[in-house]
């Protein structure tokens, strides 16, 4: 299993960006992915999650301007970042969890300037 993480860049305060994640090999159907994001020196913190069925969770510092979403058919999740704050500036990572393996794709920098 690989995971293809895109979408990252510069914004400014206020913008939006999409990340994607795309799965290539296969995988047991139920399984949950996610979101996380990194700064130097610190422990990598969730984002955002969804389940196989649809479910989503998010972290209160995203909550109502982050939206994750995933296209079974294309084997892609998405997380869409609006409102985005220079907090936000960080190492994006994405995560499969299925059964008892966890993936990370590599990480794509977002950077929010004020």
């Known amino acids: 299993v690989q995971l293809q993480a895109s979408g990252g860049g510069l914004v400014q305060a206020g913008g939006s960006l999409r990340l994607s994640c795309a799965r290539s090999?296969?995988?047991?159907?139920?399984?949950?992915m996610g979101w996380y994001r990194q700064i130097p020196g610190e422990q990598r913190e969730l984002v955002a999650t969804?389940?196989?069925?649809?479910?989503?969770n998010y972290a209160d510092s995203v909550e109502g301007r982050f939206t994750i979403s995933r296209d079974n058919s294309k084997n892609t999740v998405y997380l869409q970042m609006d409102s985005l704050k220079p907090e936000d500036t960080a190492v994006y990572y994405c995560?499969?969890?299925?059964?008892?393996?966890?993936?990370w794709g590599q990480g794509t920098q977002v950077t929010v300037s004020s």
């Open positions: 995560r499969l969890a299925v059964l008892k393996s966890v993936y």
């Open positions: 090999g296969n995988i047991f159907r139920i399984h949950n």
């Open positions: 969804i389940t196989s069925s649809g479910s989503t």
